[in-house]
């Protein structure tokens, strides 16, 4: 998610700058090196997460962001960031509550509303997690990451025709994505496999 201050630190220009390139490493040591003269640096807190996030140490990332959040509980991309990390850590309770917070705060912003939807759906509202991602789908309809999510969720539901297009769209975007291929072939799998049930069942 962009940042929603206009005016940045220098330095975190230059951490994007490497979290872009994939230099995560070296993007934690510039925001760790503005800390050294700021401790109330929020977009530094927020930056260290996100490569955290990134480098999968989810333990470190969730220090930094609730940090970021003790800063400043009115930032967007703070709770947005860590309602990420919760649900990469399966707190869905924890991730939906900081992602609507995220949502309060930045109505309409289709990757808080793709990683809400998705909370949502593993917290048990299945039909408001699909209808949020729906949404973040309308906002941005070539997004792969929101056409892979809600198309899972779909194969979850066993609508595997919505789930095949939506994988199909992926794939006329991106045609090397991964995800969408295996994905793909999970839906072909699986509806092979239910209307064989299917039938086995109707001719009891």
Known sequence: MHKEETKLHPL???ADKMKGEGKHVEAIRICERILL????CVEAYEEIGDNYLSLRKYENAEKALSQAIKVNCESAN???LLGFVYSCTGKWKESV??????DALYPNHPEILRCMGWSMYHFGQG???IVLLERALFLAPNDPLILNDIGVLYLNEKNFDKAALLFKKT???DPENQKAKECLNAVRFFQ???????????SL
């Open 12 to 14: 975190i220009e230059e």
């Open 37 to 40: 003269d700021d401790l109330s």
């Open 78 to 80: 703070a709770n947005y």
């Open 97 to 102: 509550e900081l992602l609507e917070k995220a």
């Open 127 to 129: 039909q408001r997690g």
């Open 171 to 173: 794939l006329q975007i």
């Open 192 to 202: 092979r496999e239910y209307d064989k049930l299917k039938k086995e069942r109707d």
